[in-house]
């Protein structure tokens, strides 16, 4: 019998991911900024059937909590886990502030065990690339403090792991420059991470078709977290459901084992009992 992503008793119904004992069937996460409006935001979570959303604390400090929490209205809060993260901040010390900040705002949202913190910090704003040493720093002090955190970082695998040592529950490596739709650039790197990391390898940035969601996930990523691509599709409801498809596939691919790369044809036939 063929077993297939529907069936309950397949392996990635039962294969959850887990961060800092919380666990999540849904490995795909999404933002929530660029979209054209907030129904459309909705209705792409929605269609994505992602289980954390990551929201710019800085975007919400301009506005109460109240309306941070209509950001994405109708939505059932009890299935999805909210990360605020440090987007905007171009030093460590910014992104611990934006931290505490966000950490409070989703306690006022009733997330009062929440502790998740997307960490971001970046000075460079014409690539978007990530302080390496300033993510560090951040993170030290922040994981000291009783914080989740999930360091937004560049493909290195030596600032990977010195992360991992500090205490953080994932590393989120870029796959490209963020909003770029390249995919997954740095794809050395990202083996190298994945082949070291003893926590979930989330992939950030760059994903820009369900594709390169699939490619990620079938190297051995935990998940991906996709923006852009959905918030600025023609669709973004169908994109986000097609990034759902393509997470589910690389993942499912990724634990059926796949074949290696040969140079040599092989026939998918039997070559026993010709007829000569």
Known sequence: MIQ???T????????????????????LMLGTGKYRSFETAKKSILSSGCEILTVAVRRAQSSTVQSMGSLITGLDWSKIWLMPNTAGCQT??????VSFLGREIVKHLGFEDNRFIKLEVIPDPKYLLPDGLGTLLAAEY?????????????????LAKQ????GCATVMPLGSPIGSGQGLK?????????????VPVIVDAGIGSPSQAACAMEIGAAGVLVNTA??????SPQMAYAMKLGVKSGRAAFLAGQIKSVQSAHPSSTTNGLLV
């Open 4 to 6: 297939t992503l529907e």
């Open 8 to 27: 309950k008793s397949s392996a990635t119904e039962l294969d959850s991911l887990l961060i800092d004992n919380k666990q999540f069937n849904s490995r």
């Open 92 to 97: 460590a010390q910014d992104s611990i502030r």
């Open 142 to 158: 922040l994981v000291s403090k009783n914080f989740t955190i999930l360091p937004y970082i560049n493909a290195d695998p030596i």
């Open 163 to 166: 992360l991992e040592n500090t």
């Open 186 to 198: 740095n794809l050395a790197n990202i083996k190298i991470i994945l082949e070291n990391s003893r």
């Open 230 to 235: 959905v918030a600025k599709a023609q669709d």
